[in-house]
């Protein structure tokens, strides 16, 4: 086809149905501004202007949609020449789909309070499946939605081309980029992510991540020391000491992890006056009523709070091979202390489990060890559960430590205080709602928030009456009295109303004990980096202890003024991959806005140019140190480190077979190559498969029963036996391991062995019906052997 011939067709085709493409556009504009309009109506944030909030987040859609528009202007263009009316067809399915994001990420930030964005690279679709079930019962009426609006947009298109004509189109879309044009010239503030179109602020925040991922070039980055957090251990001061009253014998801690106990919800904050007990401990405790998360979701607070390690890219837990590192967890191991975990979930989400192993914990509880006996919170209609309430894990926790040795370090993570914020006896404490606001005239004034989230104030009573419950059923044991409690909470909980850009971060830490000499109210601000440095320093100082020579943390210790002020420079991470807000003294730099921090812990917006460089430049160079000391494991020397147990490293051979082998397969298909391989006895190649999914998954049962069942099938029973004993240890409720030792016994000559691991297995309580057959006609056989 000629050059003349395809300007022809551009001419008829393009400028006589431009107006065509106009309309696609002001139609998905308009679509925008129905769904903002439905934002700001179900929106009950009482820090919202109404008025400010429709006309920035219209022009944002506006701006936004036009964006699109130019964007699919060259594949509308391709269709046109290609065959009409295909380019109209091509364009409106795209657009459909592009409202259905639009649609999805509104609902996501009327849940969570803020926008998605560069975290949806810091989950896995395994999370991200179970956070979103988690939160919502996946029916087909969940569903409607997402047909409506592609219904919403072909409807606005119709409306359009029906009631308007090309001139009118034309002169509307001028008319709107001079007006909202010259709007968006004289108001920075309509910049804010609360104001953005939810599509828009998606793409920028990833193309943010990405551009300051390759910006930060760790090849070229230098510092004066090699390994820049390494200090000598008496550099951190004992400031908990003075409170105490210190014994003979070394004390057992008790750390409680709160999930969604955010500062707000003690006292006389905010929404203040639905935890009673632990009100009553800000007067009996040492209480820090101006401290901080280092993040602002889970993923952070066993790194932060046990470790004071950086953040890596997307949570220190996230990277692959742990750098190397100390922590409370492994130093109080080292010192004689046994060391435990417990939580009514799977250790494995967010990588728990693998931390808590490269640091060589005695025990992990979690949601595959409580058995019977103990109730799981009730599925939603997805079939989806988290685990065990509250109340479950501290008496499944009171009933583990019975036989624990001490000195013990106890770390409990709590799990009700989240969406879908389901527990036993829901009525009973929705009750306790209506109760306590009849009878406290001081919450007159959040009366309608209360009413609108009555199930999370209930989830908050229930969590404080399990930790109420938990601490006087353990004051009757007789360590109680050499006991430290420290509770704090992993992040402020995200579906009620925050108030400003700190509330996420702002948390309780209260630090209980028998032992002290009396208590104290604390305004300084300190985080849960300063936690680990100043209890091993009290710790170190006055019990028998090997000394620390060296220590590598984040955290300077917590700061024990009463009056307000910060002596500490603490970056932010509110996501996973979102290293955008920095305290510094009195002031928060948050997504390139500057706030002044008053002693009530409340922010307001200021402009000081020069602050905001400093502050700046600050959170630019931590961002540097952070990717340099993670990724070029610069944390601490792992020839100091006598405290950790690494993960299985591989040859440059070996990872180039598990490459080949693994290739665009997931973890569980994964190990259904590896149990072929070793059906075909090839079990080099199959323990190597079995080893790299171990490495990420610890708690994955079948691929730890396979390796134990091919080290048996080689005649090495001894390391066969000690593989399966593990995989039992791990899922004592779930596993065909006793089956396969039970094998190991028989083939060993250890009948009697076998015997007792058998009636073991049936008397454990194990759920899998199949598996409980096989166990009883295996035991059976033995018996009769």
Partial sequence: MDIKKIKGILNNRYFDNSHAYIYLTFSIIIAFWILSLFEIISNDSENQNIGVSIVYKLMNDFWAGVV?????VPLYLVFLYIKKPLEVVFIKVFFALILIIQFALVKYSLTTHINLGADLLGYSFDDMYTTVTASESLSLLYFLPFIIMPLLYLGINYVLKKFTNGRQIFATSFLFIIILGSLKLVTPDSSAAVFQNKLNFLAKDIINFQ????????????YKKEYPLLKPFKETKDVLAPFFNTQSEKPNIVIIMAEGLGSDFIGNNSYGGFTPFLDSLTSKSLYWENFVSNTGRTFGVASSLLASLPYGEKGFLE??????HISLLSVLKANGYTTSYYCGDDSSFDRKINFLEYNQIDNVTDIKKFGPGYVKTKENSGGFSWGYPDAEIFRKTLSEIDGKKTPRLDVIMTLSNHEPFDFPSKDVYLKKVDNIMKTNP????????????KDIFAALNYTDTSIKNFIEAYSKRPE??????????????????QKDELCRFHVPLFIYSPMLKKAEKFKSVSSHWDVTPSLLAFLMNNYQFNKLEKTAWMGEGLDTAKEFRNIHKIPLMRYKGSINDYIYKDYLYSGGELYKINENFETNKVYEENISKIMADSL?????????????????PASMNVYSQPAVQFSKAELVIIKDLSKNLNFDQTFLVARDLAFKKDYKKSRLLCDYILNEIPNYSEVRTLKGRMLAWEGNYGKAE?????????????????????????????????????????????????IKVKLAQAYKSIQKT
Avoid: C
């Fill in 68 to 72: 699109i528009g130019l964007l699919f």
């Fill in 211 to 222: 551009n300051e991922k390759n910006e930060l070039d760790i090849s070229n980055l230098v």
């Fill in 319 to 324: 990277q692959g091979s742990l750098p190397s």
């Fill in 442 to 453: 001081r919450l007159e004034g959040i009366k309608e928030a209360v009413g609108t989230y």
């Fill in 480 to 497: 109680y009295k050499n006991t430290i409690f420290i509770i704090t909470g992993d992040h402020r909980l995200i579906p009620v109303p």
């Fill in 620 to 636: 630019s160079s931590f961002k540097k140190l952070n990717a340099y000391l993670t990724k070029k494991n610069k944390i601490f």
């Fill in 722 to 770: 000690s593989e399966l004993l593990d995989a039992i240890k791990r899922t004592p409720f779930e596993t065909d391991a006793y089956l396969a030792l039970m094998d190991v016994y028989k083939w060993s000559n250890q009948n009697s062995k076998a015997i007792e691991i058998g009636k073991k297995a049936i008397d454990s309580g194990i759920k899998n019906p199949e």
